[in-house]
């Protein structure tokens, strides 16, 4: 099957968006980033239908593409798949999807669009229609937002049907008989004598032939799992100790890594002096990794206390050291040369407020730690010139590309394994610690190891959700509010985000950043007057992100070694690594 709107094996399409996407950007240049990245790791008589089933002689494997970090989206979008494939769900094993475009979030796009959801109007609209082009173009493989149902409801719904039908098609060319005439139940096609045959007796056929058309979905009538509810697919292995987080793994002569940053939130080190932590016993190197320095030992323990031995010399931050200084400078902001957006104008709200009884507030929202139940940590083994990783993360396109960036080797050197999230909150959205494992991994070829934030690491440098200031008016009457004016100030969520190396694309730093009051501005209240205005603090003002600087590091004996760092270009000077 070649025709626009039919399921290819090598270009799978998984929204129905895509036919409208590719009249505006071009079918082919669209379609070709949604090859089936389960394909080319598939043995002799595996078969992968769609992005999301893989069936092999010994059972079914349901991909989920978003991470579980014990929210239950693994069990959500696994059942979304068994309603239309026709499995039930104890028959089933659930892997986390690899980086790839095929797994794309159309929801954080449109998540991130400039409209209120309460905005039906024709530009709004058409926006959303488009969501999952930049998307797919931009590798958005994002868990995020409260976005992954609403992404995967139709699209995980219609790769299971698709499978389905596929696995009908097989076994209708097998016993000779039109595949209009065969039913599907718990796994397997069953022919109209009430022959069965399982799914995983099919899968050669089923590797074999085209995709079938995607059918129509099941309505609500006919659900068997899905509004209904399910025991979580993941309780059994986290009440007994089995299932596997990135600070489980375990690697044949694995050391242990754990790190140490400025004190100062973005802050920079001149050198340190680590003499007294290697005549530790236990203790093998400490490493400098661009942001830090991290310690590594026999065992995690012993690679903590190794760094209580280095003796640092911290670079004093040229921000302020207290937080009402950084108060004092996020207030600054209210001022029109630093107004971000104004994403919400209704009404006439100054007319509004000229004379009336004026309720007025200031309310501060501190640096806030995100405080993973897990601490921060990421495994990492660089072996003939190729990076593995093993990280409970939100972003495994981003994961790739900044442990590649790190490293100093192609991406497609680079292979990312997504193990389960010990909680995140956005904090495992960010990337310093597969970066800082990419680095540690890139200065220990051959060697495993696993790199841990001890948590008062973690707690005490961030990254932070940032500060912010918020000022209210508001004139009520009559126990209703007739006009709100809401104005905060903040440093960039985003900008923070891509200073870091978190965002999947660059983000230009003259565009608004409309998360800054998003929760303020979109909202469903019918208040005749209602504005909401965003000022962004400068983050050089505040410390919220921070640059590698070029700095001389001393290991008690032989030469001093200096890395120089080229943080705009993301690059790194001669020892190859980089931010």
Not at 36 to 50: D, I, K, Q, R, V
Not at 476 to 502: E, F, K, L, N
Request: net charge negative.
């Amino acid at each position: 099957m070649s025709r626009l709107g039919s399921y290819t094996r090598r270009g799978f399409l998984v929204a129905s968006v895509a036919v409208v996407g590719g009249v505006v950007f071009g079918v082919r240049a669209y379609n070709a980033r949604l090859e089936n990245p389960l394909t080319p790791g598939l043995a002799p008589g595996e078969a992968a239908l769609t992005p999301y089933v893989k069936i092999t002689g010994d059972g079914i494997t349901l991909i989920t593409p978003r991470a579980e970090m014990g929210q239950g989206i693994h069990t959500t979008l696994a059942s979304l798949v068994a309603e239309e494939l026709d499995v039930e769900l104890d028959q089933i094993r659930i892997e986390h999807g690899p980086p790839s475009s095929a797994y794309y979030n159309g929801g954080v796009v449109e998540e991130g669009y400039p409209f209120p959801t309460t905005d039906d109007g024709a530009i709004a609209e058409f926006a959303r229609a488009q969501r999952d082009i930049p998307a797919v173009l931009l590798s958005y493989q994002i868990t995020g937002g409260s976005t992954s149902t609403h992404d995967a409801y139709v699209k995980m719904r219609r790769a299971g049907a698709v499978a389905r039908e596929t696995l009908k098609a097989a076994a209708a060319g097998r016993a000779g008989i039109p595949a209009a005439r065969l039913t599907t139940e718990a796994g397997a096609v069953v022919l109209p004598d009430g022959t069965r045959i399982a799914y995983t007796d099919l899968a050669v056929e089923a590797a074999a032939i085209d995709l079938a058309d995607a059918p129509a979905l099941r309505p609500r009538s006919a659900w068997r799992i899905l509004g209904k509810s399910q025991d979580r697919l993941d309780v059994v292995d986290k009440s007994t100790g089995r299932a596997v987080y990135a600070s489980d793994i375990r690697l044949p002569g694995m050391r242990f890594g754990a790190l140490r940053r400025s004190p100062y939130l973005g802050g920079t080190l001149r050198g340190f002096d680590a003499s007294a932590a290697l005549a530790m016993p236990g203790v093998d190197t400490v490493l400098d990794v661009g942001s830090g320095v991290v310690a590594v030992a026999a065992d995690t323990w012993m690679a903590m206390r190794a760094l209580d031995a280095v003796t640092f010399d911290w670079t004093p931050p040229t921000y302020p050291a207290d937080t009402e200084g950084h108060f004092d400078t996020i207030g600054a902001a209210f001022r029109p040369e630093q107004q971000d957006s104004r994403q919400r104008d209704d009404g006439d709200v100054e007319a509004a407020l000229e004379g009336a009884e004026v309720i007025e507030g200031e309310y501060r929202a501190p640096y806030l730690a995100h405080a993973t139940m897990e601490p921060m940590s990421a495994a990492a083994l660089m072996q003939d010139g190729r990076l593995r990783i093993w990280a409970g993360t939100q972003g495994p396109t981003v994961a790739r590309r900044e442990a590649a960036l790190a490293a100093g080797i192609e991406e497609d050197a680079v292979t990312i394994t997504t193990t389960l999230l010990g909680g995140a909150f956005g904090r495992r959205g960010e990337m310093d610690f597969v970066q800082i494992a990419a680095r540690l991994a890139a200065q220990m070829p051959g060697t495993p190891v696993l790199l841990t934030y001890p948590r008062e690491e973690d707690t005490s440098r961030g990254p932070y959700r940032p500060a912010a200031i918020g000022r209210f008016r508001a004139v009520v009457r009559d126990g209703v509010p007739v006009a709100v004016d809401i104005a905060t100030a903040s440093p960039s969520i985003m900008a923070g985000i891509d200073a870091r190396g978190g965002a999947p694309a660059p983000i230009p730093g003259f565009l608004p950043d409309f998360t800054l009051n998003q929760a303020l501005w979109d909202q469903p209240y019918g208040i005749a007057n209602y504005r909401v205005t965003g000022y962004r603090t400068a983050l050089n003002q505040t410390g919220f992100t921070g640059e590698p600087k070029a700095r001389k590091v001393s290991y008690g004996k032989g030469k001093p070694w200096e890395p120089f760092f080229d943080r705009g270009a993301r690059t790194c000077g001669a020892h190859g690594l980089g931010e």
